[in-house]
């Protein structure tokens, strides 16, 4: 069974670094076409693609935001670990983290953590 | 860069059958995915690679992808199926559709 669980603070002021946590089991990320992403979804919006780590450590980010993202992966600790430079109220949302499957589907989901971008 | 459209909402009667779209250029040339979103809940995958169901989806929910166009079908709708549905697809990375909000009348 494969689960994961996303971390970190509630509340970031602006112009801060967001650091993200998703910790999962049931993954191999070492295994051929696996991989770990992060969505958001700001609240009443639709979901929006981040950035994704594979199991060969290759990464992708999106486009407008691939200045500010940084993903990572501990695979000792069964860890994949999201930054965000220079935080805006406009960043406020979800963050979900999920599991890239082998068929390129994102599942399971995380259950995902509010973040609030505010002074 | 590659967008995927779906309407904002789509209204059925119980019982009766959905259809939710998601336009893209050449879409039919690429795997789609489609997300259920229940308030306050994570997405979960419902149709992958166009048409398959994950284990535990019922048989009710369908896909297909040709042209422009990747339908998710929802046969003999039930209120527990009222939710915002996403596709997704691959271009170069993965896109998201702006979601279409199911109500079951």
């Known amino acids: 069974q494969i689960t994961l669980k996303e971390s970190g603070p509630t509340l970031v002021k602006p112009t801060q670094t967001l650091t993200l946590t998703c910790n999962f089991s049931g993954i191999s990320l070492t295994t051929s076409g696996v991989g770990v992403g992060w969505i958001r979804q700001a609240p009443g919006k639709a979901l929006e693609w981040l950035a994704l780590i594979y199991w060969d450590d290759d990464k992708l980010y999106s486009p407008s935001l691939r200045r500010r993202l940084t993903i990572t992966r501990d695979i000792s600790k069964n860890q994949v670990v999201l930054t965000m430079t220079n935080m805006d109220p406009l960043d406020t949302a979800t963050y979900y983290c999920?599991?890239?499957?082998?068929?390129?589907?994102?599942?399971?989901w995380g259950q995902g953590t509010l973040v609030t971008v505010s002074s | 860069s590659y967008e995927v459209t779906q309407p904002p909402s789509v209204s059925v009667s119980p019982g009766q059958t959905a259809s939710i779209s998601c336009s893209g250029d050449k879409l039919g040339g690429k795997y789609t995915y489609w997300y259920q979103q229940r308030p306050g809940q994570p997405p979960e995958l419902v149709i992958y690679q166009d048409n398959k169901r994950p284990s535990g989806i019922p048989e009710r929910f369908s896909g297909s992808n040709s042209g422009n166009t990747a339908t998710l079908t929802i046969s003999g709708t039930q209120a527990m199926d009222e939710a915002d549905y996403y596709c997704q697809a691959w271009d170069s990375s993965p896109i998201f559709g702006g979601g279409t909000k199911l109500t079951v009348l």
């Open positions: 999920a599991h890239r499957q082998i068929n390129m589907a994102f599942d399971p």
